[in-house]
């Protein structure tokens, strides 16, 4: 437990803030769902969001990508601010912010066209590539950083949809980090996946945090305390404690957080 | 023991149970036998009566084309009925021998008595049509032609008419006994009648046909598809994707739901209003109809459209707009791809209905008699199911077969029109399983 506080504190040094939410509150109609959130993540690692269900993790992380603005209802107070950039600036375009950010979902949920096509849209609607060479070395990038290269290299023309799940979810991180974002977004990655699929996507997850800043919701603390560095724990729309992954599982310093990941509530 | 034999033994609760069971699923059964029998009854009674309209009893007459008779620089003014008199008196003469004498009726009424009343104007349109037959003199001039028989020769020979000596009886013993002696010595002979599929509408039921009516309904639906698909598809994205929440949109959602519960004939008389007088539009015109017919389409487009919209995975939108697309190239190149087969088999069905529509048709004028098959969406046409109810409305015996034949065809291609529709969402919906 000392070792990993003591690589925190080394690495601390040059970890630049890479998101930093100050008071961030949002609500759908008279539901708060997140009240009034300050947290920051820093650059190239692993920051993990745990709580129970509805505790507003997942509004939380749809709120850094601004995938709210979907949703008619919902109402965003406060600020986001992705390095130097305030994300909910009237000038920001949505399209732009969200090529630096990419996300993952819950679900697997490539696009019913090839394994090529399903990894080059990003880069093709964000005109990053301009003929068929760069596309097709951006698609082979992508797939080997999301360790599906090997696996899918004599197969780009068939669909993305008749990989396995465990794939089909790899092949999400290789489109979601086809744009070279700076974040990407996981929202509970490996809730429809075996635990061998997991594994995968957990090793992955160390790999690419070298390049790209994770978050990433999850509801199993074990995956939690395996794949992260600093862990946030929600309840009830609140941030109620944010520090090293070791800490806060074996050192809690708010009783709800210990009462959560010794299992007495949750 | 006994928990074991409360299995093994059903209680009698269970059996009265199973049996009502067995009754439920006999009337699923039976009503679906009730439907298979209604249908098959009507197929089968309008295939019996469409029959006799698929061929044509047609006599062989050598026609003399002389000059005096026909003018080759003006064959429309021709003597056209003089010269199938002569025909047919000719062709008497040459049967004499396997005639009986005392059936061979005057000179004057025998072509009258064998031919169809619009053989002089097959004959006059045929040689038209081949203009080098004319200007030739003897036997040069002399070409043999098939002429339809007159109506009621030709319903007695497939057995729908029966000689009597009444006083206006259609046909004479007589003529019936010389017309079975021209079929043994075949100068009378039954032949597929062809002009039924390429012909246009006619007075005389020998010379009518559908192909005016399907081209002015092909037109119709063509400029209905045009109108009511990219309409139609539009608004369900709009309220799908686009449409602020709130009590305007949902009363233009019910308006447009409710419309689709408005009878056609209501869309007919709009049409009369606004694009006949207000409009001034060409009346009669497949343009109109096809207009009308694309008001009483377009909320079913509408809705199908809609709830095939609303069908799509949400993680699939999410997933392009999260890439950073912009929500019109998550819409086309994602959410509208995946509702396509929905949107393709609600607007088909709804093209369907406005196939066999007739009520809007009547009040736009797209029921005339008409002798041509319509050129062009501007030029004045009928729709087939207005031309059956024409024909279904006609005196003469020949029409009712042909107006049987018209619904077997519109059926026909109301079967085809629903197979495409299942076949293509069959097929698309392979490529997007997932």
């Known amino acids: 437990m000392t070792q990993t506080q003591t690589t925190a504190t080394t690495e601390g040094a040059d970890n630049e803030i890479c998101l930093e939410a100050r008071n961030l509150s949002v609500r759908y109609g008279k539901v708060q769902a997140v009240k009034d959130i300050s947290l920051v993540v820093r650059a190239r690692q692993v920051t993990a969001l745990i709580g129970p269900s509805g505790c507003g993790k997942s509004t939380f992380l749809r709120a850094i990508n601004r995938m709210n603005d979907l949703i008619p209802t919902c109402v965003v107070q406060g600020s986001v601010r992705l390095g130097e950039t305030e994300i909910y600036d009237p000038a920001v375009e949505v399209e732009a912010l969200r090529a630096r950010i990419g996300m993952v979902f819950q679900k697997p949920n490539p696009f019913a066209t090839s394994i090529y096509n399903n990894v080059a849209y990003g880069p093709r609607v964000q005109g990053l590539v301009r003929h068929r060479r760069e596309t097709d070395e951006r698609v082979e990038k992508s797939l080997r950083r999301a360790g599906l290269w090997d696996e899918v290299k004599d197969r780009l023309k068939e669909s993305g949809t008749s990989l396995s799940g465990g794939q089909q979810q790899r092949l999400c991180i290789a489109r979601a980090i086809a744009a070279d974002p700076e974040v990407v977004l996981m929202d509970e990655p490996c809730s429809a996946l075996d635990p061998i699929a997991t594994a995968r996507i957990e090793d992955l997850m160390d790999e690419l945090r070298a390049r790209y800043t994770i978050v990433i919701v999850t509801h199993s603390m074990q995956q939690a305390a395996r794949v992260s560095k600093r862990t946030a724990f929600f309840l009830l729309g609140e941030l109620v404690e944010e520090g090293a992954t070791g800490e806060v599982f074996t050192n809690p310093q708010d009783e709800r957080t210990l009462n959560y990941v010794t299992g007495r509530m949750g | ?434």
């Open chain 2, 1 to 434: 023991m006994s928990g074991l034999l409360d299995l093994v033994k059903p209680r009698r609760s269970l059996s009265r149970r199973k049996r009502a069971d067995r009754l439920f699923a006999a009337c699923g059964a039976g009503a679906v036998f009730l439907v298979v029998l209604w249908i098959g009854f009507l197929f089968a009674s309008l295939l019996v009566r469409a029959l006799p309209a698929m061929t044509a009893y047609e006599i062989a007459l050598t026609v003399q084309l002389e000059p005096e008779q026909i003018p080759p620089d003006n064959p429309r003014r021709g003597n056209w009925r003089g010269v199938l008199a002569q025909a047919v008196a000719d062709l008497l003469n040459a049967e004499a021998q396997t005639l009986d004498a005392e059936l061979i009726p005057s000179e004057r009424v025998a072509a009258k008595l064998l031919l169809s009343k619009g053989a002089a104007a097959e004959l006059r349109s045929l040689v038209i049509k081949n203009p080098s037959w004319l200007g030739k003199t003897g036997t040069e001039s002399a070409r043999t032609v098939f002429l339809p028989v007159s109506d009621s020769l030709d319903q007695y020979a497939k057995g729908l008419l029966v000689p009597s000596t009444q006083d206006g009886a259609l046909v004479s013993p007589k003529t019936a006994e010389l017309f079975d002696q021209l079929r043994q010595a075949g100068v009378v002979q039954r032949k597929f009648a062809w002009r039924f599929f390429v012909r246009a509408d006619s007075r005389f039921p020998a010379l009518a046909g559908i192909a005016g009516a399907v081209k002015g309904s092909l037109l119709a639906i063509m400029v209905c598809l045009f109108l009511s698909f990219p309409v139609g598809v539009a608004a369900a994205v709009w309220f799908e994707d686009f449409a602020p929440e709130g009590r305007r949109t949902d009363l233009f959602r019910i308006n447009v739901y409710n419309l689709a519960a408005v009878p056609s004939i209501i869309f007919g008389l709009l049409g009369l209003a606004v694009f006949l007088n207000f409009f001034s539009m060409p009346r009669g015109a497949p343009l109109v109809g096809g207009m009308v017919l694309a008001l009483m389409t377009l909320p079913t487009v509408i809705v199908v459209s809609a709830s095939a919209l609303r069908a799509v995975p949400s993680n699939l939108r999410e997933a392009a707009l999260a890439l950073g697309a912009s929500r019109q190239e998550a819409i086309l190149h994602h959410v509208l791809p995946y509702a396509l087969p929905g949107i393709l088999t609600g607007t088909i069905i709804g093209l369907a209905r406005a196939f066999g529509e007739t009520a809007p048709l009547l009040l736009i004028g797209m029921t005339a008699f008409l002798t041509s098959v319509p050129e062009g969406i501007s030029s004045p046409a009928t729709a087939l199911p207005a031309q059956i109810f024409l024909w279904a409305d006609q005196p003469e015996r020949g029409f009712a077969a042909r107006a049987s034949a018209a619904i077997v065809a519109l059926l026909i291609v109301l079967t085809l029109v629903n197979l495409a529709a299942i076949l293509l969402r069959e097929k698309m919906e392979k490529g997007r399983s997932r």
